[in-house]
């Protein structure tokens, strides 16, 4: 039998195609998650609120500090036993967003510290009002700073999608230990899934750096 069968890797090809389509949709769905929620407990902290302030730095901390799988597994095994059940690809969606919101909240943190001082006070000279403060101030020049790290957050979460197979998603990795199981033929299916990792995330590593390099010159 030859270590690589080419008829057998292009028969497989479309089925992992398929998948891939499951990853990415898991990858943009969570990271729209992630990128708002990050930014609302990055706010939210930043205003200090009382009890509020405490209750999201304890929420922060203890999803930083435990594992993205065990995360996973309480949404999905724990949850019904308290009435709710979600099917496993919205548990991947919700899982893999809070858990990098905890991440993209610390980054936009940082790129609102970092507006200086002067904006926020003359915001208040001119009487502008909270909301408008934040979106016509702080947030036009706080975001723009901290894009390359939300970029190398989503491009870590893209690949940290295949661990959602644990729970029976049919992303492009599990569909290639399925498709392997059947045949009993593992390379051609696992080498494409990691080629076509490969195929999206370096160009993706090489805009994000990039564009570290672009705002590192303005």
Same mark, same amino acid.
């Given at each position: 039998? #030859?270590?690589?069968?080419?008829?057998?890797? /292009?028969?497989?090809?479309?089925?992992?195609?398929?998948?891939?389509?499951?990853?990415?949709?898991?990858?943009?769905? =969570?990271?729209?998650?992630?990128?708002?929620?990050?930014?609302?407990?990055?706010?939210?902290?930043?205003?200090?609120?009382?009890?509020?302030? $405490?209750?999201?730095?304890?929420?922060?901390?203890?999803?930083?500090?435990?594992?993205?799988?065990? $995360?996973? /597994?309480?949404?999905?095994?724990?949850? #019904?036993?308290?009435?709710?059940?979600?099917?496993?690809?919205?548990?991947?969606?919700?899982?893999?967003?809070?858990?990098?919101?905890?991440?993209?909240?610390?980054?936009?943190?940082?790129?609102?510290?970092?507006?200086?001082?002067? $904006?926020?006070?003359?915001?208040?000279?001119?009487?502008?009002?909270?909301?408008?403060?934040?979106?016509?101030?702080?947030? #036009? $020049?706080?975001?723009?700073?901290?894009?390359?790290?939300?970029?190398?957050?989503?491009?870590?979460?893209? +690949?940290?999608?295949?661990?959602?197979?644990?729970?029976?998603?049919?992303?492009?990795?599990? +569909?290639? +230990?399925?498709?392997?199981?059947?045949? /009993?033929? /593992?390379?051609? #299916?696992?080498?494409?899934?990691?080629?076509?990792?490969?195929?999206?995330?370096?160009?993706?590593?090489?805009?994000?750096?990039?564009?570290?390099?672009?705002? =590192?010159?303005?």
């Amino acid at each position: 039998m #030859p270590v690589w069968d080419w008829d057998y890797a /292009f028969r497989v090809l479309p089925e992992l195609l398929r998948a891939l389509l499951v990853t990415l949709e898991i990858t943009v769905l =969570g990271s729209v998650v992630a990128l708002l929620l990050g930014l609302v407990i990055a706010v939210i902290r930043r205003l200090h609120v009382p009890v509020i302030d $405490q209750v999201l730095w304890a929420f922060v901390e203890f999803v930083r500090s435990t594992p993205l799988l065990v $995360q996973v /597994f309480f949404l999905y095994f724990a949850l #019904p036993r308290f009435g709710v059940t979600l099917s496993a690809l919205v548990v991947g969606v919700i899982g893999l967003g809070v858990h990098y919101a905890t991440y993209t909240s610390e980054v936009y943190r940082a790129g609102i510290e970092a507006v200086p001082r002067g $904006q926020w006070e003359a915001a208040v000279a001119l009487n502008l009002t909270r909301t408008r403060t934040w979106t016509g101030v702080i947030l #036009p $020049q706080a975001i723009p700073r901290v894009l390359p790290a939300l970029g190398n957050y989503v491009i870590s979460m893209f +690949k940290e999608v295949p661990l959602l197979l644990a729970i029976s998603v049919v992303e492009v990795v599990s +569909k290639a +230990k399925e498709i392997g199981s059947t045949t /009993f033929r /593992f390379t051609e #299916p696992y080498t494409i899934a990691g080629l076509l990792f490969l195929v999206l995330s370096y160009p993706a590593s090489i805009l994000v750096r990039r564009l570290e390099r672009r705002r =590192g010159t303005v």
